[in-house]
């Protein structure tokens, strides 16, 4: 099940798009590839491989869709960083990102997911680090570890710091991301996408309320992973 707002008050962080159907920017190259090929066997007079290539462009134009989100204004709300199902949501004590214990939250995205990534929360960003590495099934726990992924740390007005990573799975082979270290974020703004393939893990204060268990569906930007305390 998908988890929403708890007094559905909802505003934007991004302006909404002026399509009806916005295609993420890192997803163009790919597209026309994919169609300069099928015009190219189009004008060939090669009928089934056109059909085909009309068929791989359509499927391309879906995976790097955009839709347009309403973001949860509640305070301190959590929002879901990336579209997918939470394969883990609990105490953590691994010390990835924070020294000491925290909350993780991991969400997998399959390649039906929509896979542009969005901001958790609002606030300053503290620290960005990113670390090539390898590309094990993103549902697999040593992938947290391993895999290509790219850190950030986030300083929030409340005085709390969280995290996310954004991790490479067995596809993907490209993390995007747009972020630099003390810029101002808004809660629900996009930050990036991983190509093909992904997971996204999100480190949280012991003392967060979490409103999501392992097995929930949740969308980027709209969905409350949980609550923040209201002060540090």
């Known amino acids: 099940m998908e988890k929403q707002a708890e007094n559905g008050v909802f505003g934007w962080s991004d302006p909404p798009s002026e399509t009806a159907f916005p295609i993420a ?27 085909a290539g009309l068929f791989v462009t359509a ?33 953590d004590e691994s010390g990835r990102l924070f020294d000491g214990a925290s909350l993780k939250v991991s969400v997998f ?30 549902n697999l726990d040593k992938a947290s570890r391993d895999n290509e992924q790219n850190a950030v740390v986030v300083q929030t007005e409340s005085g709390h ?16 991301f747009r972020l630099q270290p003390r810029q101002a974020l ?19 204060p012991v003392q967060t309320r979490l409103t999501v268990s392992v097995g929930d569906r949740v969308l980027a930007g709209t969905s409350i992973l949980g609550y923040l305390p209201e002060e540090n």
Not at 109 to 135: A, C, K, Q, T
Not at 186 to 204: A, E, K, P, T
């Open 161 to 176: 710091r969280i995290g996310f990573i954004q991790i490479a799975g067995l596809i993907a082979r490209r993390i995007v």
């Open 186 to 204: 808004r809660r629900g703004q996009r930050f990036g996408m991983i190509c093909f393939g992904s997971r996204l893990d999100v480190y949280l």
């Open 25 to 51: 920017r890192p997803g163009y190259p790919f597209i026309g590839a994919a169609a300069f090929a099928t015009l190219v066997f189009a004008l060939l007079e090669m009928p089934v491989l056109a059909i």
């Open 59 to 91: 499927g391309i134009c879906l995976f790097f869709r955009d839709p347009d989100r309403l973001i949860p204004v509640e305070p301190g709300a959590v929002v879901s960083p990336a579209d997918g199902t939470v394969i883990a949501a609990g105490p």
């Open 109 to 138: 995205m399959s390649v039906l997911n929509v896979h542009v990534n969005r901001v958790p929360h609002e606030g300053i960003v503290e620290s960005v680090d990113y670390s090539p590495g390898r590309f094990f099934r993103a």
